[in-house]
Every structure is written in structure tokens, then in C-alpha cells.
């Protein structure tokens, strides 16, 4: 727990870092590198690990959808697609022997699911100009990493009734209505501390619509808990206890992102009929 809480602080750190070149192109770094590495952990789970070529392809397709901008994903996006296909069945060819085409299915489907899920980021900034958007990247985050952080504590101390006991045993139903609740609850204090930084030291007024936020969030936070289950599905069949090792006590890339993988373009698609966040008249 120690080591866990000591590392959670770390990355908050770094999360802080990281969102303070939220309007600059370092940011498409950051996530393009992430989406990268989170590959690198997925074809790792279905043993295609040793395979240099696929794994080469497949991080640097993933690492540049981060930088195709939203308005031009048909121009730019069904060429490099096409030609990545194309390297992937070179590589299915060339090493049959090593890799199955299922494999190659797999390793296809998480090299679109997981940048695409990570460039919504970038997507939202480019829809809707960097105060808007952060704050709805912190509702995502908050979705995916407050929802995790009640179901621990929740599930800890109240859980008896298993949610997922094949998938993840240590999942119960009190800590997931924890965790939704939990997420409601801090997500809409973030928000108005974020609020309250904007106008304070950016000169920034923005309207967070907290009804709305209310009522999105458990939404937010059980798409979280969906995507935290799906990627225990395929490293419990991986045989793996967690993706890697890069965040002490907590795993791998894929352990700590998991979640947002799913949060994040459920706010994206969220924002695009409902107003969450607005700059104030």
C-alpha cells in the first residue's frame, strides 16, 4: 500500500507536468508514447513479444494517429491504415511459424482501439480550445482513476457479493457502487477547484454544468470499470499477474491506463451532444 501511494503521487506529479504543454505538440508526444508502450504491454499478453517486426509496426502505427489532425483522419488516416495492413500480412507471411493469424487480428484491433481511445485527448483540444477540453480530460481521468480508487477502498472494507470473481476476484458489487459514487462525488469537486484555477490565475470563466456532470458521471464510471475488466480478460488468458512493471505497485502501462481507455472517449462522444463545460458569456 505504501509503495503504491508513493508511486500514485508520482505520477500525479507528472500528470501535472504533462498538462501544463497541454496546448503544444509535446503533448501529442506524451500520448503517442503512451499509446505505444500500452501496445507494446498488449502484444506482449498474446506472445508476440519476440516478434521485432510486428512489434515495430504496430507501436510506431499506434504512436502516429496522435498526430493526424482530427479535420483530416479520411486524408492521412485510410492511406497509412492501408499500408500498415499491408506490412501486417508481410509479417504473417513471413513469420507463420512464430505467429498465428489470430494473432495478427488481435494485434490489428488493439493498434486502432487503443491510439484512437488515447488521440480523443488531442481531438477534444482541437474541438474545443484548451480550457474546455483539459477540463474534460479531468473529468475522464477522474472517471477512470477516482472510480478505481472507491472500488478499492469500498470493495476493501464493504465488498462480499463477487463481481467478476473468473475475471478478477477481488471485484465486488459494493465496490463498484463505491466507486461510481466516489467518482461523482470528487469528479464534481475537481471540476469546480478546476474552475476556480481558470478564473483565478488564467483569467479564464468557464461554466461547468454540475447537473449535468452529476448525471454523466456514473456513466463515465462504469464504462471505467468495463475497461479495467476487459484488460484483465485478455492478461488473465496472457497469464499475466500485470502488463509490466513500469509504475511500482501498480503495474504497466495498460494497468494504469485501462480504465481511461474507455472514459476518455465516452466523455469525447459525451461532450458532442451534451454541454458539460462551456466558457462562460
Not at 462525488?185 to 478546476?194: H, S
Request: with cysteine.
Amino acid at each position: 500500500m505504501k509503495q503504491r501511494i508513493i508511486t500514485s503521487f508520482v505520477c500525479l506529479v507528472i500528470l501535472f507536468a504533462v498538462l501544463a504543454f497541454f496546448d503544444t505538440w509535446l503533448f501529442n508526444l506524451v500520448i503517442a508514447a503512451i499509446a505505444a508502450l500500452a501496445l507494446y504491454e498488449l502484444l506482449g499478453a498474446v506472445h508476440c513479444r519476440g516478434i521485432l517486426s510486428l512489434n515495430l509496426v504496430c507501436c510506431l502505427y499506434g504512436a502516429a494517429i496522435p498526430f493526424i489532425p482530427h479535420g483530416m483522419t479520411s486524408s492521412l488516416l485510410a492511406p497509412l491504415t492501408a499500408v500498415y495492413i499491408f506490412l501486417l500480412f508481410l509479417i504473417l507471411l513471413r513469420e507463420h511459424r512464430r505467429v498465428s493469424a489470430q494473432q495478427i487480428g488481435f494485434c490489428f484491433f488493439v493498434s486502432l482501439a487503443v491510439p484512437f481511445a488515447m488521440s480523443t485527448t488531442v481531438y477534444l483540444r482541437q474541438r474545443e480550445g484548451w480550457p474546455v477540453a483539459l477540463g474534460l480530460i479531468l473529468v475522464a481521468l477522474s472517471g477512470a482513476w477516482m472510480s478505481d480508487t472507491g472500488a478499492y477502498f469500498t470493495g476493501r472494507f464493504l465488498g462480499r457479493h463477487k463481481l467478476a470473481p473468473e475475471i478478477s476476484p477481488k471485484k465486488t458489487v459494493e465496490g463498484a457502487i463505491g466507486g461510481v459514487v466516489v467518482c461523482v462525488v470528487f469528479t464534481l469537486l475537481i471540476l469546480w477547484g478546476y474552475a476556480a484555477i481558470c478564473g483565478q490565475f488564467f483569467g479564464v470563466r468557464l461554466a461547468v454544468h454540475y447537473g449535468t456532470l452529476a448525471l454523466i458521471m456514473p456513466l463515465v464510471s462504469v464504462s471505467g470499470m468495463l475497461g479495467d475488466l476487459s484488460a484483465s480478460v485478455i492478461k488473465r488468458q496472457g497469464g499475466l499477474k500485470d502488463y509490466g512493471t513500469i509504475f511500482p505497485g501498480h503495474g504497466g502501462i495498460m494497468d494504469r491506463f485501462d480504465s481511461a481507455l474507455f472514459t476518455m472517449p465516452t466523455v469525447f462522444l459525451l461532450s458532442h451532444y451534451l454541454t458539460i463545460i462551456g466558457l462562460a458569456a
